[in-house]
C-alpha cells in the first residue's frame, strides 16, 4: 500500500501541537462530502488530505404545468440554482412522453451559469394530439446533471363560436309603444364564454348601410358548457325614424355575430326579412263623462283614438275616413254601440264595468278596456205635509 505523510497542526489550550499521520489514498476518499453549503472532494496530496469544492446546482420549473390549445404556444421558467462550487455552464435540453408530434420545444437561453433562468417555450401544431404530455427538462454542467418535469395538456384548437336559435315574436302593434324584440342563441365547442355581439338591422339585404348597428363588448358572463342567450329590443316610429329606430312599410332585414373570449367570431349571420306592417294600428282611447257616474245616470263616451291609415303621423280616428268603432257596455244600456262617441249610457247595477272600445282603420283593429266606476244609485225623497 503507498502511504502519504499528513502533518495536521492545530491549536490547543493557548499552545501548539503537531502531529505526523500517515493515510492512504482510499483514507482521503472517505472525507467526501457536504461540509455546510460546499460539497468536498478529498485526494491524496504531497502527504496530505487536501479536498476540492465540487460545482453543483439544483432545478426547478414554474409552473410545472399548463394547457394550451392545438397550434398555439405556451411557457414555463426554468431556474438553475447554485448549490455548491464556482459556478459553470448549465446547458438545457428536454424530450417529450408521448411525442409531441408536430410541436417543438426551445429554450432562451439554451445554456447559463447558475443561478440563473432559461424560458422554455413549447409550440404545438393543429396537428398535434390532443392529450396530456410529460416533458423531461434536463440540466447539466461540470460533472452535475438534474431533471425538472413540466406536464402539457394539449387542448383542442379554438374554434368559432356559433349562434342560433333565432327568433323575432310579433309585437304587440296595439301596444302605445311598439317593439320588435330579437333573440339568439350563442355556443362554443371549447366553452369558452361570450366576450361580444354584433346586431344590424337594414332595410338592403347587404347590410350597405345599417338602420340599426349595436356591438356590446366585455360580457364575459356566459359560464362554461352552457348556451348563453342575448336578445335586442328596437323601437318603432310611425315615420322618419331617427338612428337606431325602424318605421313601417319598410322591408327590413337583421344579422348577428358573436365573439368567444380568443377572439374569434361565428361570422355574420343572416335572418329573413321581418313582418312589418304598411302603417301603424289605432292607438285606442277614451273619456267618459261624468268620471264616477251613479246607477241609471247617463254616461257620455268621447272616442280619442288616433289612426294612421290616412295620415302617417296619426289623426283622430273618425267615422268619415271609414273607421269603425265597436263598444261594448257590460250592464248597459245599450250593452253595445258602433257609434264613434256613444252618448246617454245607462248602468245598473252598481261597480265597476269594463267598458272595451275596437277601433278599425279598415285594415287593423285595436282594443282598449277601461273601468267605468258605477256607485250607488242617489237616494230618493219625498216633500211631506207637516201634521
Known amino acids: 500500500m503507498v502511504q502519504r505523510k499528513y502533518i495536521s497542526r492545530g491549536c490547543s489550550g493557548g499552545g501548539c501541537y503537531s502531529n505526523e499521520i500517515w493515510y492512504d489514498w482510499e483514507q482521503c476518499n472517505n472525507y467526501d462530502g457536504w461540509y455546510g453549503s460546499e460539497y468536498r472532494d478529498y485526494y491524496c496530496s504531497s502527504g496530505a488530505c487536501v479536498f476540492n469544492v465540487i460545482f453543483d446546482f439544483s432545478m426547478s420549473v414554474s409552473p410545472p404545468l399548463g394547457s394550451v390549445r392545438q397550434g398555439n404556444s405556451i411557457g414555463s421558467l426554468v431556474t438553475a440554482t447554485l448549490t455548491s462550487g464556482s459556478t459553470q455552464a448549465v446547458s438545457f435540453t428536454a424530450v417529450s412522453n408521448p411525442v409531441l408530434t408536430g410541436g417543438s420545444i426551445s429554450f432562451a437561453p439554451v445554456s447559463c451559469n447558475p443561478t440563473c433562468n432559461s424560458t422554455m417555450t413549447i409550440n404545438t401544431a393543429l396537428t398535434t394530439p390532443v392529450n396530456t404530455y410529460t416533458i423531461t427538462i434536463t440540466g447539466a454542467g461540470g460533472s452535475q446533471t438534474y431533471t425538472a418535469f413540466y406536464t402539457l395538456t394539449v387542448n383542442l384548437a379554438n374554434q368559432p363560436p356559433t349562434v342560433d336559435s333565432f327568433f323575432v315574436p310579433p309585437p304587440d302593434f296595439c301596444a302605445p309603444n311598439v317593439s320588435y324584440n330579437f333573440s339568439w342563441t350563442y355556443h362554443d ?21 345599417p338602420e340599426v348597428s349595436r356591438s356590446f363588448d366585455n360580457i364575459s358572463y356566459s359560464p362554461p358548457n352552457q348556451p348563453r342567450d342575448n336578445n335586442q329590443a328596437v323601437l318603432i316610429v310611425p315615420q322618419s325614424p331617427p338612428a337606431d329606430y325602424l318605421t313601417y312599410g319598410i322591408t327590413y332585414y337583421w344579422q348577428v355575430r358573436v365573439w368567444d373570449n380568443q377572439g374569434t367570431n361565428s ?11 304598411a302603417h301603424r294600428y289605432p292607438v285606442c282611447d277614451f273619456t267618459s263623462t261624468p268620471q264616477y257616474p251613479n246607477v241609471d245616470e247617463e254616461v257620455d263616451f268621447l272616442d280619442t283614438s288616433e289612426c294612421y291609415d290616412v295620415v302617417s303621423t296619426g289623426a283622430p280616428c273618425s267615422s268619415a275616413n271609414g273607421d269603425t268603432f265597436t263598444w261594448t257596455f257590460p250592464d248597459g244600456t245599450p250593452a253595445n254601440s258602433s257609434e264613434e262617441s256613444p ?18 282603420d279598415g285594415t287593423f283593429s285595436c282594443p282598449i278596456t277601461i273601468p267605468v266606476n258605477v256607485r250607488f244609485p242617489l237616494p230618493t225623497w219625498k216633500e211631506i205635509r207637516p201634521q
Do not use: H, M, R
Open 343 to 360: 252618448q246617454d249610457v245607462i248602468f245598473n247595477p252598481y261597480g265597476n264595468k269594463n267598458v272595451t272600445l275596437i277601433v278599425s
Open 189 to 209: 365547442t371549447n366553452d369558452d364564454p361570450e366576450l361580444q355581439f354584433d346586431f344590424q338591422i337594414d332595410n338592403n339585404s347587404d347590410f350597405s348601410s
Open 267 to 277: 361570422g355574420w349571420k343572416p335572418q329573413p326579412a321581418l313582418d312589418f306592417k
